[in-house]
């Protein structure tokens, strides 16, 4: 949010404020761009409610974004992120803050354990968040959480990752597919794991960018469940589901995985039990060089990977391993959302 800037508007940062209003989540604000009023999505909180066109321009901007850094230097001038996690990070947290930066932007990171968010109403100090910056990158342990935060600001929330979605994570995805392969159409990717957060969002995005999936997933991690996505997934039909991982990567542009185990639990005692019984269900879906003889397709993480569990460290170490390049883009995908919620482009 910023000052108006028309002639005779002699309006305060906070009278603009004032004079923005969320109906059916869709929020009104002043924009320098081109000086009249927009409407916009409130932030990203899942892909499902963004139309194939939204992302796929998405991507068309991200690419952009990173041929061309030169041209988005100060886009975002005078605007603040606000960072606020839940969950450690690394990669969510540096790419947000650096590509705010690049763009001529502020970016505040704010530590749960740090603030008074665990102490507070949630939504009013959501809101009272929203008064000081122009949006939010909120990573979550739960989705609840991530909503109530979204039902009370003011500005627009994108979710850094959450129990059942990881919307930017998918975003760099695609650009990264979009790179390697010169663009969407036709490519086949493979998701072999648990069903989670990460693997909902990558069912979206394929789908909705015309690319067909298919999911080796034993097993659904019960947060991340969500029959609406999955039910609207299989009308597209894009998605494929098999048990098969050896016949699914045999005409795969890329075989995808991610940790069986979620990061707070990995090296949590009370949860070792869990643990083992996950690494003895999931051991036959890992990524190795057996599997690859099969394929020449490019290999997948989000990371960070746990290697000798869902995949090998000389597939990581591997030249058909993408692995840091879909890190990379992960920057340039969110600053492309940024630019699309805070600039409206």
Known sequence: MRRSSVAGD?????????????????????TKSD???????????????????????????SLAVKLHPERYRQTLADLSLGLLFQKTSTRTRTSFEVGMTQMGGHAVYMDWGATNFALADLKDEAQVLSRYVDGIVARMKHNDDLLNLASGSEVPVINGCCD????????GDLLTMYEVRGGLSDLHVVYTGILNN??????VAC??????????????????????LMNAARATGLLEETLDLQDAVRDADFVYTDTWIDMEFF???SYAEEKQRR????????INEELLESTDAYVM????????????????????????DQAENRMHAQKAVLLRLMECV
């Open 267 to 269: 090296f949590d005692e």
């Open 301 to 324: 993480h989000c990371l960070p990977a746990h290697k000798g569990y869902e995949v090998t460290a000389g597939v990581m170490d591997s030249t058909q391993c993408i692995a840091v």
């Open 198 to 203: 990460v693997c909902n969002s990558l069912i």
């Open 35 to 61: 000086k009249r009023w927009k409407a916009l999505e409130v932030g990203l909180l899942t892909l499902k409610e963004w139309t194939p066109d939204e992302i796929l321009a998405t991507v068309q901007n």
């Open 279 to 286: 690494i003895d269900a999931f051991s036959p879906y890992q």
């Open 10 to 30: 002699t309006g305060t940062r906070q009278d603009v404020r004032l004079r923005t209003r969320s109906v059916n989540r869709v929020a009104f604000w002043w």
């Open 164 to 171: 059942r979605y990881h919307p930017c994570q998918a975003l």
């Open 207 to 228: 789908t909705k960018a015309g690319v067909r999936i298919t999911i080796v997933t034993p097993e659904i991690n019960p947060a991340s469940k969500d029959d609406e």
